[in-house]
């Protein structure tokens, strides 16, 4: 069982930039591939990035593809979402999840892909 905690949402000024965090409560990311959602109000919960398990493949939803940058530190055992030049669609509750993999080099976008699932944090961006 893996339980992840992600940290960084809160309010930010559209244009700004923010930084989502995402580590395991316990045990390491290795052999885990991630990736971030997110889940706006009314809606359902949609792909943002995906990193590989040795950080080598990465993925985007068209919408934050040159804002947003998905990266993993195997030292903190810890996983980033860089949000760059914010606007108010990209509010919503952040997810992170993960799932073991056997190939190193492969992402995965969907939500049935993923194994498990962080609490969700808040991203609100005001214009």
């Known amino acids: 069982q893996v339980q992840l905690v992600e940290s960084g949402g809160g309010l930010v000024q559209a244009g700004g930039s923010h930084r989502l965090s995402c580590g395991p409560s316990a045990r390491t990311f290795d052999r885990y591939a991630l990736g971030w959602f997110r889940q706006a109000p009314g809606k359902e919960r949609d792909f943002v990035a995906a990193?590989?398990?040795?950080?080598?493949?990465?993925f985007y939803l068209d919408h934050v593809k040159g804002r947003f940058t998905i990266s993993r530190d195997s030292g903190k055992n810890t996983v980033y979402l860089q949000m760059n030049s914010l606007k108010p669609e990209d509010t919503a509750v952040y997810y992170c999840?993960?799932?073991?993999?056997?190939?190193?080099?492969?992402?995965?976008?969907?939500?049935?892909?993923?194994?498990?699932w962080g609490q969700g944090t808040r991203v609100t961006v005001s214009s």
């Open positions: 999840a993960t799932r073991q993999v056997v190939v190193s080099s492969i992402y995965y976008t969907r939500p049935s892909d993923y194994n498990y």
């Open positions: 990193i590989s398990s040795d950080g080598s493949t990465t």
